[in-house]
């Protein structure tokens, strides 16, 4: 079995062969870019690279860049629990040449990885491309011997990259894998590209344009790569499934869940298994780079994050706090590959015990006040804001845990009441403010600061590990 260390080393030292440059992952909050909530690609740390502001003693890089998409411009988190195939932190490994090699040797150096390297059935490939790069779709053709079929041309940006309405920016072609016809899904482009059948493994970023404010393009005078592949996609490929959850790693951190529980972890809890394993590694490696939990900004998405895992160690009936006690499982997994877990394990474990114990005292009543709120709703009817509120202001229930325990019931929230509610609130602590003449109470300031969290990113003025930004 070609278990997750063991992709990772292949990829990292193939690219290696190749003359680039092993890089270490940069850590989840992005240091050159306060705009970016995570590190969410591997581009992230090269991103003044690719525009010539910054160059270094390489033009070739690969990495194993850890992910985080659970907020601000990539969000996963509601795919959690719902797909196969995503995570709120995965590893993206990628190869990157800044103004090195360009489409000619990118598609390639991928093509050979996968079917050598790794040794998976072409037969089972097929690739997107930008409808009008006829450039890849030639190099497809010719190389890997893709027919016009496995080819498919997509018009939306879903494949033509760019970071923001300026600067560098390209088509991309995204390498897909079918699962065989026994999983639900159609190819990207279908109505049914939604399922789990045709899995994107790999993303080519081809940068060759510069846009402008007016609109226009120039070629960009070095061309540049930027790809990213899932390494817990090409696990579940190599290891048989087209389920991220099964593969080596996940699945020891499912058991782990399991064990700590005394449930089964196939059983009916299958699903709360799977996001507690999905979040712990997001909320251990956000606080091993220096996020904690807080009312605001990065912290709250992290306390977001916990309490949502939390939730599901109450529904799998556990008495005591869960998550600290499943941290060394991790440890045992990553730690070798990510120092800086096994560094801050005992942090991870005392914050994780404190946050649990903390909302432990206030979630088995909120989930009962939810259930009664509930069984007195009409059929199709929403949860009033006002409710939402409540268990958000009473009980600690950040609005997307109340959103996503509803979702299993098929029922959402009333966002507009529920924001209605937040200001009301806000309205009222300011009189209290200014009528008294001096300090509210303090824990009024308290809510003030949670609600903002909830609607708006405050992160970018918030502290993070390198002090503020
Ligand atoms: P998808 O369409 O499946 O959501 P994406 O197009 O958003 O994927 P990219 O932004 O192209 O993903 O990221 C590059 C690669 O990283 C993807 O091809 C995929 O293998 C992997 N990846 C992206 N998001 C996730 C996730 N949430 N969990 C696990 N792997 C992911
Ligand atoms: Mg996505
Ligand atoms: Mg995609
Ligand atoms: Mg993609």
């Not at 992230?44 to 860049?65: C, H, I, M, P, W």
């Not at 730690?335 to 800086?340: I, L």
Request: with cysteine; charged share 25%; glycine share 10%.
């Amino acid at each position: 079995m070609q278990t997750l260390n063991d992709i990772r080393s292949t990829f990292l030292s193939y690219f290696g062969d190749h003359g680039h440059a092993i890089v270490p992952s940069s850590p989840l909050v992005p240091r050159n870019d306060p705009t970016l909530m995570f590190t969410a690609a591997g581009m992230v740390q090269f991103k003044n690279l690719f525009t010539g502001v910054e160059t270094r003693d390489y033009s070739r890089a690969t990495t194993a860049q850890k992910c985080v998409r659970a907020g601000g411009k990539h969000n996963d988190l509601d795919n959690v629990g719902y797909t196969a195939r995503h995570h709120t932190f995965f590893e993206m490994l990628g190869n990157f040449s800044f103004g090195d090699y360009f489409k000619e040797d990118a598609i390639p150096l991928a093509w050979d990885l996968l079917t050598k390297g790794f040794g998976i059935d072409a037969s089972k490939l097929l690739v997107t491309v930008y409808h009008t790069d006829d450039e890849a779709v030639e190099i497809w053709k010719r190389h890997a011997g893709l027919s016009d079929d496995r080819i498919i041309r997509i018009a939306t940006d879903d494949n033509f990259w760019s970071a923001g309405p300026t600067g560098p920016c390209g088509p991309c072609t995204e390498i897909f894998y079918d699962h065989g016809d026994h999983i639900w899904g159609g190819p990207p482009g279908s109505p049914e590209e939604d399922g789990d059948r045709f899995v994107e493994i790999w993303n080519l970023v081809f940068m060759q344009y510069e846009q402008f404010e007016d609109g226009t393009r120039r070629d960009l005078p070095n061309k540049s790569i930027d790809t990213g592949m899932g390494i817990e996609r090409v696990a579940a490929l190599l290891q048989g499934t087209n389920d991220n959850y099964a593969t080596d790693l996940m699945r020891s951190l499912i058991e782990a869940s399991a064990n700590a529980t005394s449930t089964d972890p196939d059983g009916p809890g299958k699903t709360h298994h799977r996001v507690i394993a999905d979040h712990l590694r997001s909320t251990s490696f956000l606080m091993a780079d220096g996020v904690m939990p807080s009312n605001d900004g990065r912290g709250y998405v992290l306390r977001r994050i916990m309490r949502r895992a939390m939730r599901h160690a109450h529904l799998l009936g556990a008495q005591d706090p869960l998550m600290h006690r499943l941290v060394p499982a991790l440890v045992g997994q990553m730690g070798a590959a990510y120092p800086e877990l096994g560094q801050a394990q005992r942090m991870i474990e005392q914050t994780l015990l404190q946050e649990e114990t903390r909302f432990r005292q206030t979630l088995d009543r909120g989930l009962k006040l939810l259930d009664e709120e509930v069984s007195g709703l009409d059929e199709g009817a929403v949860l009033p804001g006002a409710a939402a509120f409540k268990l958000y202001d009473t009980y600690g229930f950040p609005l997307d845990l109340t959103q996503d325990a509803l979702r299993e019931k098929g029922r959402s929230v009333d966002t507009d009441g529920f924001d209605a509610a937040m200001a009301e609130q806000k309205a009222k602590a300011r009189a209290a403010w200014s009528g008294s003449g001096e300090a509210a109470d303090a824990t009024v300031w308290f809510d003030v600061a949670e609600a903002d969290g909830v609607t708006d990113f405050l992160g970018y003025e918030t502290e993070t590990a390198e002090g503020k930004i």
